[in-house]
């Protein structure tokens, strides 16, 4: 077996903390992440993927007046020169550039099947071609006049572009979104000539706050179009701190039919949205009976949106209509404003509007300057060699004359008249028809008109104010091409004001229909349609075992309060309840009232109305109804009860003194202001002995029960008269023996 040779050192092995490795290298895929994936330079608004793409389609010269080539092809050349990271991942990043109605400016022309705003996804890279926009073409404007730096591509074969020239305002012009570890931006598109104004105005006034540059920028600007509804003040707070929400609603309007008929045809949708999906969710909202004031939607888009809704009931007011569709359905929808951007490509900050606008003007100021320079740099090596070819026209012979008869006619034409290795190569190199006299008047021309440009170059390059003059006159030109006069520079979403919150009654979005509520001992409720006869409820059908619990007629408009033994309230719309075919459905499916709990009673809502409600152990009090509404399946608990102890009372309040009968068959009657109001509690206690029922009543008139199906009456009140938690005393003769004022 060989030795192992003497002069190889071992590797050095160093403890180290695990959490320390862990943490060092999590910062390092978390920074890599950020900078090399996610979030967007401020400069040129892209994310290296993006900016990849776009290159290596300059480089395969796919500018707006070539023909396009396959999608596949310019994948390829991206990931296997630029990025390799996937060929969907970069096709996914191709394709989006490409979406008008993702992209406000689209930076790719693509042809074929790209996907559609119903969110169908596009066709294979083999299938679609693609080459660049003018609006791409601004973006890489400069790039071979050294106006950004280069680096080595991942291999080190190639270079690629650290960021782009960016003649276009892109990162506001067309948003940006991605998800980094522990940060994320999230970008809308703005309109370009909005941008452009702004921009001029900065220039202008260097000190200018954000508050101003809203006379210009009146909010983003989506490719879907849409409305913005959002209040001045939050739009100006989420510009100012580069953090907010933007409310966008759908673009709607009334279409009369006839018979007094109407529909709502929806034109735009918010950023973002799937119209298909959108359509799906709010045909099952309809379904499921959560848009009760809607009969149908259907999708009549062509290249166009047009949705049509139909109402349930034309009386209704499309407007009231149209806040609750926004209210819940995607039709109206948030567009969170985040812009955490790359400064300089390194830090990642949140940035300002300002901030983000100055940021790209000192950008185009640094690209001015460096392609200025270069620019210089080309002007000066043109006039050395313009130098040395009007030192050859003005020895023309003596020239001649050394080239035909020296053997180094280079070395002795540099020493003789001066001249530079390059002038003494041009003057050889230069062709005979070149002596003509013409040409030598075009050489002085041109050398003329170098020494001109040279010295703008040279008062642009050391003067400040000349390079912000010449910026503004490109934002000034670029806000020209895109004015809002032009179909593509055109403002898509409308602006609109902040919505107000409309207090929408049920009543006027659903068709008022008489129903009769009936509910069954286990607990299954349904609707019978128009208020029936006693005669009928009674011959309603139920499963086996169960039987009649409760019966009351209402509209479809009013709301159902349903009180349970654990002493909670819930909420029951009418319009919601099950229809009366077959035996109805369990209301647990409905409210989540527990298995070891039971309805005490149901009652149409009355928000004017009192409560009384107490617990078998005698405690209770009085509950305004308009507390007790709940909008959710839990419902809203009202009476607190012990465990052994139940709700069992839930009366109207109506009179001035309260009856109470205890389980032990003794009556007390006491004033009704003995009892407190409140919303939430254990209550006082009503009557000791535990109670087995309740009322209030109006004392002059007289105490009722009913006794054998007949309303009995007991004026001569003073045997049972007391204060609140006393025993009472046995009831007048013909007091029904179940212990209950109604009898049963």
């Known amino acids: 077996m060989a030795k192992k040779p003497s002069n190889v050192v071992a590797h050095e092995i160093k403890d180290r903390e695990l959490g320390e490795i862990v943490s060092e290298k999590y910062l390092?895929?978390?920074?890599?992440?950020i900078v090399s994936r996610s979030l967007p330079d401020v400069r040129d608004g892209l994310k290296p993927v993006h900016r990849r793409v776009l290159y290596a389609m300059s480089q395969l010269n796919l500018r707006p007046e070539t023909p396009p080539r396959k999608s596949a092809k310019v994948v390829g050349e991206v990931m296997g020169n630029f990025h390799p990271h996937g060929d969907m991942s970069i096709y996914d990043a191709l394709v989006r550039l490409a979406q008008d109605f993702s992209v406000r400016y689209p930076l790719v022309d693509?042809?074929?099947?790209?996907?559609?705003?119903?969110?169908?996804?596009?066709?294979?890279m083999r299938y679609t071609e693609s080459?660049?926009?003018?609006?791409?073409?601004?973006?890489?404007?400069?790039?071979?006049?050294?106006?950004?730096?280069?680096?080595?591509?991942?291999?080190?074969?190639q270079v690629e572009p650290v960021v782009l020239?960016?003649?276009?305002?892109?990162?506001?012009?067309?948003?940006?979104?991605?998800?980094?570890?522990?940060?994320?931006?999230?970008?809308?598109?703005?309109?370009?000539?909005?941008?452009?104004?702004?921009?001029?105005?900065?220039?202008?006034?260097?000190?200018?706050?954000?508050?101003?540059?809203?006379?210009?920028?009146?909010?983003?600007?989506?490719p879907t179009g849409g409305i913005l509804a959002e209040g001045k003040a939050a739009i100006r707070e989420a510009y100012e701190t580069g953090r907010g929400s933007f409310r966008i609603r759908s673009v709607w309007s009334v279409e009369k039919l006839k018979n007094d008929k109407w529909q709502i045809v929806v034109t735009q949708i918010p950023y973002q949205i799937a119209k298909s999906r959108l359509i799906e969710k709010i045909a099952e909202l309809i379904q499921t009976k959560k848009l009760p004031f809607l009969d149908d939607i259907t999708d009549e888009s062509a290249e166009d949106?047009?949705?049509?809704?139909?109402?349930?009931?034309?009386?209704?007011?499309?407007?009231?209509?149209?806040?609750?569709?926004?209210?819940?359905?995607?039709?109206?929808?948030?567009?969170?404003?985040?812009m955490n951007v790359l400064d300089g490509g390194l830090v990642p900050r949140v940035m300002s509007l300002k901030d983000v606008l100055k940021s790209f003007i000192d950008h185009r100021v640094e690209v001015l300057v460096r392609r200025s320079k270069h620019r210089l740099e080309n002007i000066e090596r043109r006039l050395e060699i313009l130098k040395g070819l009007l030192i050859a026209y003005l020895n023309i012979d003596e020239v001649i004359h050394i080239i035909r008869t020296q053997d180094d006619p280079k070395a002795v034409m540099m020493k003789k008249f001066k001249l530079s290795d390059v002038q003494a190569e041009a003057i050889l190199n230069m062709r005979l028809r070149a002596l003509r006299k013409l040409e030598e008047i075009e050489i002085k021309r041109e050398h003329k008109e170098l020494l001109e440009e040279k010295d703008e170059l040279e008062k642009l390059i050391g003067s400040k104010a000349r390079q912000m003059t010449a910026v503004r006159k490109q934002v000034k030109a670029l806000g020209e091409m895109f004015a809002q006069s032009t179909p593509l520079g055109k403002r898509r979403t409308h602006i609109g004001s902040a919505p107000t919150d409309l207090d929408v009654a049920i009543h006027?979005?659903?068709?008022?229909?008489?129903?009769?509520?009936?509910?069954s001992e286990k607990g299954w409720i349904r609707a019978m349609k128009g208020h029936l006869e006693q005669d009928k409820i009674d011959a309603i059908s139920?499963?086996?075992?169960?039987?009649?619990?409760?019966?009351?007629?209402?509209?479809?408009?009013?709301?159902?309060?349903?009180?349970?033994?654990?002493?909670?309230?819930?909420?029951?719309?009418?319009?919601?309840?099950?229809?009366?075919r077959g035996f109805g459905e369990p209301v647990r499916l409905m409210i989540n009232l527990q298995n070891e709990a039971d309805i005490v009673t149901i009652m149409k809502h009355d928000p004017d109305r009192r409560l009384l409600v107490a617990a078998d152990d005698g405690r209770g009090f009085i509950v305004p109804e308009k507390e007790i509404l709940s909008q959710t399946r839990n419902g809203k608990q009202c009476l607190l009860v012990k465990d052994g102890v139940e709700a069992k009372i839930c009366a109207p309040v109506t009179g001035d003194y309260v009856a109470c009968i205890n389980d032990n068959r003794k009556l007390l009657l006491f004033p009704l202001e003995q009892v407190p109001e409140m919303t939430r509690g254990v209550g006082v206690i009503l009557q000791k002995g535990g109670l087995a029922d309740a009322k209030t009543f109006t004392y002059k008139e007289g105490l009722t029960w009913m006794s054998a199906g007949s309303e009995r009456l007991e004026k001569n009140l003073k045997a049972w008269k007391g204060e609140r938690a006393q025993v009472g005393m046995l009831p007048p003769n013909g007091f029904p023996k179940s212990k209950k004022f109604s009898g049963v």
């Open 110 to 124: 693509g042809q074929g099947n790209f996907g559609n705003i119903d969110g169908d996804s596009a066709a294979a």
């Open 508 to 519: 006027e979005l659903i068709e008022k229909e008489p129903i009769t509520v009936i509910c």
């Open 305 to 338: 949106v047009r949705v049509v809704l139909t109402p349930r009931n034309f009386t209704m007011d499309p407007e009231l209509l149209m806040a609750q569709m926004f209210k819940l359905t995607d039709l109206e929808s948030r567009f969170s404003l985040n």
């Open 131 to 157: 080459r660049l926009t003018p609006v791409a073409q601004l973006l890489l404007e400069g790039l071979e006049e050294d106006a950004v730096d280069f680096r080595a591509t991942y291999d080190g074969s």
């Open 28 to 33: 390092s895929y978390a920074l890599s992440t």
């Open 165 to 222: 020239p960016a003649n276009f305002p892109n990162l506001l012009a067309n948003g940006s979104s991605g998800i980094a570890v522990g940060m994320a931006t999230n970008i809308p598109p703005h309109n370009v000539a909005e941008l452009c104004d702004a921009l001029d105005h900065i220039i202008e006034h260097p000190d200018c706050e954000t508050k101003d540059l809203l006379k210009y920028v009146r909010g983003p600007d989506f």
């Open 542 to 580: 139920y499963k086996e075992g169960d039987g009649h619990k409760f019966a009351l007629h209402v509209e479809t408009t009013d709301k159902l309060i349903l009180f349970g033994t654990n002493g909670v309230f819930y909420t029951l719309g009418c319009d919601k309840l099950p229809p009366g």
